[in-house]
């Protein structure tokens, strides 16, 4: 393919993409397909001579398409959706057609700089402290990772590494390993399982800390907990705090919270993964309250210096993020040496003679990957092309959408709401069992017109609706109930024949 077939097909693809979206409305959002049923459709080898494009095309709409869950339409209540827009998908383009690789700043200074510029404008929208960004010349500053799990875990992986150089200063003859055996991290039994999965790859115990009545962690179990394994020998070193959980979008009480973690010098990260964004809207802000009262400068017992508090914010996958597309989640740190202390590798061929310069990131040592991509001209397209009002209006949108879904829901008898919506996630279930909860989420996927998934809160099985899509208007939501009171009403008729030929 040369730039002159490119130039036409590019056209091609655009419309595509376009068709796409405009239409996708009107296909099965969750596809009827078996496991395994494209290993059938395509040769079992590369082929050895090129074919031709439009084979490859006509084999998306043959081959790919009928696999496809459609995470676009607005029919999708499933997950947190990682929706995108126009203007990121025209920014994906551009970063692929410039095929950069911004591992340095010397790689690609562009690149570099704009993520830390575009970190410093989200940091500025949500109203985040000072101590979180670049342009203040201070300690921290933000950065894109891959995903809110790679997020966690650069935070968990830098606490441990914190953690184990500053016990070595009271006890050098302490072994790494040893101290290790003894870290505790912490985290909600609400959390994304993603922390969990942070905590087996770094090698530590983690502790699930019950909820309250609300799904949130209260300051008065975490101190208890933290009491209770530092009394065994345990080193509490990580707690992962979360706004807007996966379950229920439940918020924990980090003004509560940051004060205890302050104290026991424990590394605080938030994963504001789902909910994070929405705090660019004044009324959503005070759930990030707390933040700001952070400590700068703690005492740390064991070693008799001082060392400075640490507090990672985490957020991806949320509302306006969605426009902007997957692969792009923001983090902020208020110290940003204890990342790149963690991750730093400074081989001859990786050197440049910008570096340490306070102007100048790698951000190379922020992360896993030394390779990254040219993502934060998604942030640059989206911002510039939507402004902070469309972005508000993008947010309050769908929470207005979720609170309608709510009274329909409260309205019917048969149904009852398990979480306080706050946001575009509405946790609901039929009356009875967990068995005829499930049978009714099993004829909701089976008829693929709308997707759900499920959760358990207490113990119970819920069905969650979360309200994500860039199309989603109030008909969908509408259309979505009617769909479900359909379904249910037949299946609570069935159980009602069943119970009476019973008796």
């Known amino acids: 393919m040369d730039a002159a077939e490119f130039r036409r097909r590019g056209k091609e693809m655009v419309d595509f993409v376009a068709d796409y979206q405009e239409n996708i409305e009107h296909r099965r959002v969750y596809p009827d397909v078996e496991p395994g049923y494209l290993r059938s459709m395509i040769p079992s080898e590369a082929p050895l001579e090129p074919e031709s494009y439009e084979d490859v095309l006509r084999d998306v709409d043959r081959v790919i398409m009928p696999g496809v869950t459609h995470w676009l339409s607005p029919h999708f209540y499933a997950y947190y959706a990682n929706s995108t827009s126009f203007p990121s998908i025209l920014a994906d383009l551009l970063s692929s057609g410039i095929g950069t690789i911004g591992f340095t700043w010397a790689a690609n200074p562009a690149c570099s700089e704009l993520e830390t510029v575009m970190l410093d404008w989200l940091g500025k929208m949500l109203q985040l402290p000072e101590d979180f960004l670049s342009e203040t010349q201070g300690q921290g500053g933000g950065v894109i990772e891959g995903t809110a799990s790679e997020a966690t875990l650069m935070a968990l992986l830098s606490a441990r590494l914190k953690t184990v150089k500053c016990v070595q200063e009271s006890d050098p003859q302490r072994s790494e390993a040893d101290i290790i055996s003894k870290l505790i991290a912490y985290t909600s039994e609400e959390a994304h399982s993603s922390v969990e999965k942070a905590s087996i790859i770094g090698g530590v115990v983690i502790r699930m800390v019950p909820t309250d009545e609300h799904f949130s962690v209260r300051a008065?179990?975490?101190?208890?907990?933290?009491?209770?394994?530092?009394?065994?020998?345990?080193?509490?070193?990580?707690f992962c705090a979360t706004l807007g959980t996966t379950?229920?979008?439940?918020?924990?009480?980090?003004?509560e919270l940051g004060p205890i973690c302050n104290a026991e010098n424990i590394w605080m990260h938030i994963d504001a993964a789902y909910a994070g964004c929405a705090f660019i809207c004044p009324e959503f802000r005070p759930l990030l309250n707390g933040v700001e009262r952070l400590q700068l400068q703690l005492r740390l017992p064991a070693s008799k210096t001082d060392r400075e508090a640490h507090e990672a914010i985490d957020e991806s996958r949320s509302n306006f993020l969605r426009q902007i597309g997957f692969d792009c989640s923001a983090m902020w740190v208020k110290k940003s040496a204890d990342l790149t202390r963690a991750f730093q590798m400074d081989p001859e061929y990786l050197k440049h003679?910008?570096?340490?310069?306070?102007?100048?990131?790698?951000?190379?040592?922020?992360?896993?990957p030394m390779a990254r991509r040219f993502r934060s001209l998604?942030?640059?397209?989206?911002?510039?092309?939507?402004?902070?009002?469309?972005?508000?209006?993008?947010?309050?949108?769908?929470?207005?959408?979720?609170?309608t879904f709510e009274i329909l829901v409260r309205d019917d008898n048969n149904f009852e709401i398990c979480a306080e919506v706050v946001m575009g996630l509405v946790c609901f279930r039929l009356?009875?069992?967990?068995?005829?909860?499930?049978?009714?989420?099993?004829?909701?996927?089976?008829?693929?017109?709308?997707?759900?998934?499920?959760?358990?809160?207490?113990?119970?099985?819920?069905?969650?609706?979360?309200?994500c899509g860039r199309t989603t208007e109030l008909r969908h939501i509408q259309e979505a109930w009617k769909h479900i009171t359909e379904l249910s009403s037949k299946l609570l008729q069935n159980l009602f024949d069943h119970e009476g030929k019973e008796n």
């Open 353 to 368: 003679e910008n570096q340490g310069s306070g102007l100048v990131k790698d951000y190379m040592h922020w992360g896993i």
């Open 378 to 403: 998604k942030l640059w397209f989206v911002f510039r092309m939507y402004g902070l009002s469309g972005l508000q209006a993008f947010i309050r949108k769908h929470v207005e959408l979720a609170k």
């Open 431 to 467: 009356k009875g069992s967990d068995e005829l909860n499930k049978a009714l989420l099993k004829q909701i996927t089976r008829t693929g017109k709308i997707y759900l998934v499920p959760c358990r809160l207490r113990g119970r099985f819920v069905l969650r609706f979360v309200v």
């Open 220 to 238: 008065e179990t975490l101190e208890k907990m933290v009491a209770e394994d530092k009394a065994t020998g345990f080193i509490p070193f990580f």
């Open 247 to 255: 379950p229920c979008c439940a918020f924990d009480k980090i003004d």
